[in-house]
T-cell receptor
């Protein structure tokens, strides 16, 4: 069981470019969560998805950010026209069902230059 | 909205000694979960211990135990017989009726040989 896989581990983008972060949940897990960690901060919830559905996106900025979890393939967090303030570590977690334990990936560190 | 507070940004402990990490939270919910996560330099978020609010008995996992005071909304983590591998950032987290985890800002634990 490979656990939650996130790639890339590190991503560097210039201001104005797009960033795509991928997350493959644990085998058998159909719930995916994205969190953002700014330097010296705890993780902040962004979005919760199930297959083909966004359940809760209350933590996601209204502009430039989007997330999907298609029927086949990994979950994608997409940031358009990145700005320096988007630099952070982005973590994905998955669970088998609501209320159950979460397993986190190792995160993607996004640096915007 | 729920909040989680970790008032000590850093602590240190001698190897083999015991250390207690503090955490307080604020909520109006009666049914919830509390967690302690460890984040070593590898950035991986590792679940240390979990407590259900309806359980009066404090959770324990080997050298890790909690002191859960529901009325005081306090959830401290005790690490016994500290080991060098325990050095990491430690995050307290809350989960209520929604699927979001609410994290504290974290505390850096140093273990001195």
């Amino acid at each position: 069981n490979a656990g939650v896989m996130q790639n890339p581990r590190h991503l560097v983008r210039r201001r104005g470019q797009e960033a795509r972060l991928r997350c493959s949940p644990m085998k058998g897990h159909s719930h995916v969560y994205w969190y953002r960690q700014l330097p010296e901060e705890g993780l902040k919830f962004m979005v919760y998805l199930q297959k083909e559905n966004i359940i809760d996106e209350s933590g996601m900025p209204k502009e430039r950010f989007s997330a999907e979890f298609p029927k086949e393939g990994p979950s994608i967090l997409r940031i358009q026209q990145v700005v320096r303030g988007d630099s952070a570590a982005y973590f994905c977690a998955s669970s088998q069902e609501e209320g159950n334990g979460y397993t986190f990936g190792s995160g993607t560190r996004l640096t915007v230059v | 909205a729920q909040t989680v507070t970790q008032s000590q940004p850093e602590m240190s402990v001698q190897e083999a000694e015991t250390v207690t990490l503090s955490c307080t939270y604020d909520t109006s919910e009666s049914d919830y979960y509390l967690f302690w996560y460890k984040q070593p330099p590898s950035r991986q978020m590792i679940l240390v211990i979990r407590q259900e609010a309806y359980k009066q008995q404090n959770a324990t996992e080997n050298r890790f135990s909690v002191n859960f005071q529901k009325a005081a909304k306090s959830f401290s983590l005790k690490i016994s017989d500290s080991q060098l591998g325990d050095a990491a950032m430690y995050f307290c987290a809350y989960k209520g009726g929604s699927e979001k985890l609410v994290f504290g800002k974290g505390m850096k634990l140093t273990v001195n040989p």
